[in-house]
């Protein structure tokens, strides 16, 4: 079985500030990770995800984690935050083996203000 | 290509009455997944399914829910006697039968029981 913790339910920052968002896992297996994002009202959007190689991944709309075995953590971040950023982010893990069902954290609810 | 399409967007119940979720995959998308959002929680896995076949329901509530991925037509999440604990967004997400980790989601289905 596998958990993920976010570890901040609210970040708000201001509007051109940098953001890290983290997130924790714990798995008896190896996994695949992901950040999506939701808009108010509306579903999820994958932002990225790692399955492998390059720990540095890269995805949309700015946004970039870094896979950290030994911590067994996948944070992500933003050097630069617009107004537009505003929405819940969630991680969630899958187990490589099945691949199927996602377990989800809490969400972690950014703010940019002006 | 169109997204993943659910229906209806909002669903209002009044205490034991029927709940009936569509979801429609993407093009080409073999695999659905359902998955609920409490108020202030995170998605929570509930069933995974091929077409005719239930793959992985050991997240659904042992009673009053079902679900079905038929030939034909749209996956359908099915809730009898509705509950007002049963209010939450219920997420549909599909995937490509060789990539069961990507997948995408539908925009929800928004259940009120009142």
């Known amino acids: 079985a596998q958990s993920v913790t976010q570890l901040d339910s609210q970040v708000p920052v201001f509007e051109e500030a940098p953001v890290e968002l983290r997130c924790n896992y714990s798995?008896?297996?190896?996994?695949?990770l992901f950040w999506y994002v939701q808009y108010p009202n509306q579903g999820l959007q994958l932002l990225l995800k790692?399955?492998?190689?390059?720990?540095l991944v890269k995805g949309i709309n700015g946004f970039e984690a870094e896979f950290n075995k030994s911590q067994t953590s996948f944070h992500l971040r933003k050097p630069s935050v617009h107004i537009s950023d505003t929405a819940e982010y969630f991680c969630?893990?899958?187990?490589?083996?099945?691949?199927?069902?996602?377990?989800f954290g809490e969400g972690t609810q950014l703010t940019v203000n002006p | 290509n169109a997204g993943v399409m659910q229906n209806p967007r909002h669903l209002v119940r009044r205490r034991g009455q029927e709940a009936r979720l569509r979801c429609s995959p993407m093009?080409?998308?073999?695999?659905v997944y359902w998955y609920r959002q409490l108020p202030e929680e995170g998605l929570k896995f509930m069933v995974y399914?091929?077409?005719?076949?239930?793959?992985?329901e050991s997240g659904m509530p042992k009673e009053r829910f079902s679900a079905e991925f038929p030939k034909e037509g749209p996956s359908i999440l099915r809730i009898q006697q509705v509950v007002r604990g049963d209010s939450a967004a219920y997420f549909c997400?599909?995937?490509?039968?060789?990539?069961?980790?990507?997948?995408?989601f539908g925009p929800g289905t928004r259940l009120t029981v009142t």
């Open positions: 997400a599909s995937s490509p039968p060789d990539k069961p980790y990507e997948q995408y």
């Open positions: 798995s008896s297996v190896s996994v695949y």
């Open positions: 790692y399955l492998s190689g390059s720990t």
């Open positions: 969630a893990v899958s187990e490589r083996t099945s691949g199927s069902r996602l377990t």
């Open positions: 093009k080409g998308h073999s695999h």
């Open positions: 399914l091929q077409k005719e076949n239930i793959i992985d």
